[in-house]
């Protein structure tokens, strides 16, 4: 198996690219760029759709044909406002300029032609809190179940408080078994805040042939080919986390974990 934590291999251009075939699984991809003002970025869609994510930063974007303008106005993730998003079908192509230093995530999954390129967000991209206690985070939903947006994506950003949880009471999607269950690859992009901070991430399974427990540093990404995956930030550091699944049908079920299903049956 390929190792699950993804170190950035560098700080500028595109600094993150995980494929179905690098990542050993079927479904999801991940990119990232990093670019200064005036840099260019541009990739072909072939087989896969996509929803680009202006993490951080401005850029104007083309994409199917059309110019989507100017694109991003939060210029710091922990601003914790809405993101601007842009989806693109399979068999087209998309083009950016960065107007300012920017952070985009390319998100993207096998697409079957079902939806024409649209803007995600601002509008309709709430801030929401979930969780009770030290296990409340504050989630913005991009492209989830919800919403008729893609073929196979589904995408969202969540916030984590220092001294804080997520993903908790920790949780699976890896059988195809819908209603009880959906099978769903995943991948979490991690941002700490201040950046010297570190996060921990566990993945693994109730029989323990998966167990590898990670810090993860700012821009780390982690992948999640099965089990369970909670994360957890320690006191003065915050923590973010941008998720992408996909899978055989677009829909999100999942099972606690046995040892922590008290936890979601006493919290709902």
């Known amino acids: 198996m390929p190792d699950l934590l993804c170190k950035p291999f560098g700080t500028h251009g595109k600094v993150h690219e ?124 991009i492209a989830m179940e919800a919403e008729d947006c893609a073929d196979s994506l589904l995408v969202t950003e969540v916030f984590t408080p220092d001294g804080h949880w997520s993903s908790y009471p920790s949780h699976r999607h890896d059988e195809d078994d819908f209603p009880r269950i959906t099978y769903l690859e995943e991948t979490y992009y991690h941002r700490l805040n201040p950046r010297q901070g570190f996060g921990i991430q566990r993945v693994y399974t109730e029989d323990g042939t998966l167990d590898e427990c990670m810090a993860v540093k700012d821009g780390d990404v982690v992948l999640v080919p099965r089990g369970h995956h909670p994360c957890g930030v320690p006191y003065g550091f915050e923590m973010y986390y941008l998720n992408v699944m996909a899978g055989p049908r677009r829909n999100w079920r999942f099972q606690a974990d046995p040892a922590v299903q008290w936890i979601m049956d006493r919290d709902g």
């Open 18 to 141: 995980i494929s179905p075939e690098t990542a050993g699984w079927r479904y999801v991809g991940f990119s990232l760029y990093r670019l200064r003002a005036g840099e260019e970025a541009a990739e072909q869609t072939e087989t896969r759709e996509v929803i680009l994510v202006m993490v951080e930063g401005k850029a104007r974007i083309t994409a199917a044909g059309q110019d989507w303008g100017i694109l991003g106005d939060r210029m710091n993730v922990f601003e914790k406002t809405p993101p601007h998003c842009l989806y693109v079908p399979n068999d087209d192509d998309w083009s950016l300029v960065a107007e300012t230093d920017c952070t985009v995530a390319v998100c993207s999954a096998p697409g079957q032609g079902r939806h024409p390129a649209r803007r995600i967000g601002p509008d309709g991209i709430s801030l929401t809190e979930r969780g009770t206690g030290v296990n409340t985070r504050h989630v913005n939903n």
